[in-house]
């Protein structure tokens, strides 16, 4: 037959569509914003995952526009929806699913040229003139 699609009309595609909804925690899981699905629903029953501005449940949908929040890792991830993804896909195509809106991540002290206090491993407990060095350098004032 010439123009009948062989998919029932109600079920959506594998994959997603334009204009379809899907549930946040299956899209997630799908962008590989986490590991797994099971990760991405306790992330939204934590509070961590918001949609649209306000908390979502794992059940809750997305559909494309719609600005998701994830909280959690080192750093908040700031995210719009491209394009509705039920199932897991490769990064490359996972990575056209979404803007990225996230800040940068938060630059680490030696990038900054400034000391780290790191002790040789296996030296010991700290001497007392070594703490407070070692307290003056973190910029923690004295007990």
């Known amino acids: 037959m010439v123009g009948v699609s062989a998919e029932p009309a109600g079920e959506p595609r594998p994959g997603g569509g334009q204009g379809q909804k899907v549930r946040v925690d299956s899209w997630m899981w799908a962008v590989r914003l ?7 629903a306790a992330a939204c029953k934590a509070g961590h995952v918001r949609v649209r ?3 979502a449940k794992p059940s809750q949908t997305v559909a494309p526009g719609d600005e998701v929040h994830v909280r959690g890792g080192p750093r908040e991830r700031i995210v719009i929806v491209v394009k509705p993804l039920v ?3 490769s990064p490359a195509l996972a990575g056209e699913a979404y803007e990225d809106h ?3 991540p938060p630059r680490r002290l030696e990038a900054l040229g400034l000391p780290l206090a790191v002790r040789e491993r296996g030296s010991g407990r700290p001497t007392k003139a070594e ?13």
């Open 87 to 89: 199932k897991r896909v």
């Open 131 to 143: 703490r407070r060095q070692l307290d003056r350098l973190r910029g923690r004032t004295a007990r």
């Open 34 to 40: 986490f590991k797994s699905r099971s990760q991405a």
């Open 53 to 55: 501005g306000e908390k």
């Open 102 to 104: 996230s800040p940068p």
